[in-house]
């Protein structure tokens, strides 16, 4: 329990930007994380920088952002707005949070396997490998508490939260090989003008364009799609889930967002339903962007980052740490410091996110650290906040959505604050 905890945004700039080098993510972080293997999260130094131009390659490909497009717009459509229609028409509750991680790893599977696994669809099928992110989750976050040969005992016995991490892991492989094994084999057998944009394939062509160290690339590429898919499903469903409570709580919010999509959007004004706007004219949903930001300002998906310096330090705010100090940066509690937002700090007001202008108003990210900050800032920020919005935006336009009366609501314990109940919900469709 040897740990320093910090919220203070000076000590964040200086561990996360000023004094990067000194801080990497350290053995005791792959030890906790050892079921991302090498993958980006756990990488550091050479690595690091190698999963970062891989995932970059990906990411600034100029047939990216239609993939993406594509992609959610498609899982809108035939998975979706389907299971929410169904479950307006029953009158049945539904599970908002379920739906989102549903969503959320569907589509971060085709994006980077070209893989739909269709957990999102009318009879919501069990996935092993969709439910086991919450598994890892949860365990991971106990091994940040538990002392390291208590929790080892337990996985070397095969007992406790190690047993579903155990189950975990092999279900995240039995997913994850087999596709690497088919795109090489297909790879293999077209030729180039026959080729495709593919996450996939475009991951394999930049790793071998920047490795030449890495021997297994099978298991560099397992690791590299773990990572993405963790970061894909979690992040964006939980901050989804929050989002609509706060909507739902905040019924002003509600109608300031649909007024915004009629007054924005030129689909809307021509009385079309389906694809309300693409990756560019999604930024002219200021307000829904400032909502987004508002709800990750106070339930920022990643609740906490692990560090560990290099060599002794003193932080700003005076205190001394020593080689491998268990560091958690507690970016939670910095969406509610008083210092940083205010007096209102625990109010949801996505007008402090709208500049006088009317555009959205930047904050600098050791204030705001929802994407983390520095060298380690989140590379699929972008990719994030145009899939809300079109999630969120086909939602509320075609939907009230009402909490169910006395569903408790509280955070899970885990690494990703989810709701540990879910968000249990009503739909009502709307007449326009």
Known sequence: M???????????????????????????????????GDGIFNADSQLWET????????????????????????????????????????????????????????????LVLDHDPGSLSLDLPNIPCEKAFNDLALVLLHRHILPERYWKLQKWLGIGKEKKLSKAWDAFDQFIYPRISLKQEKRSKMFDEERRFVGLTTLMEAYE????????????????ILNLMFAGRDTTSTALTWFFWLIATNHWAEEKILEEIANELD????????????????????????????ALRLYPPVALEHKAPVQADILPSGVRVEPNTKLILFFY?????????????????????????????HEPSFKFPAFNAGPRTCLGKE??????????????????????DGHPISPSDSIIIQMKQGLMVRLFQRNR
């Open 2 to 36: 040897h740990m320093v905890l910090t919220c203070d945004p000076a000590n964040i700039h200086y561990i996360l930007s000023k004094n990067f080098s000194n801080y990497p993510k350290g053995p005791e972080f792959r030890k906790i994380f050892d079921i991302l």
């Open 51 to 110: 999963h970062r131009r891989v995932t970059l390659s990906l990411m600034h490909h100029p047939s990216f952002l239609k993939l993406l497009e594509v992609t959610v717009w498609d899982k809108v459509e035939k998975g979706l707005l389907p299971v929410l229609q169904n479950c307006a028409k029953t009158g049945s509750q539904l599970d908002l949070q379920d739906i989102f991680q549903r969503f959320a790893f569907d589509s971060i599977s085709k």
């Open 209 to 224: 364009e920047t490795n030449n160290s890495i021997r297994d690339a099978k298991a560099f590429m397992r690791d590299n």
């Open 383 to 404: 990719m994030a906040f145009v899939q809300m919005k079109m999630v969120a935006a086909s939602i509320i336009y075609n939907y009230h959505v009402r909490v169910v």
């Open 333 to 361: 509690s910095m969406g509610r410091m008083e210092s940083l937002w205010g007096e209102d700090c625990l109010e949801f007001k996505p007008e402090r996110w709208i500049s006088e202008r009317g555009r959205v108003r």
């Open 267 to 294: 689909v809307v004004k021509q009385g079309q339903d389906s694809r309300l706007f693409n990756v560019q004219q999604s930024h002219k949903l200021v307000y829904l962007h400032a909502a987004l930001c508002e």
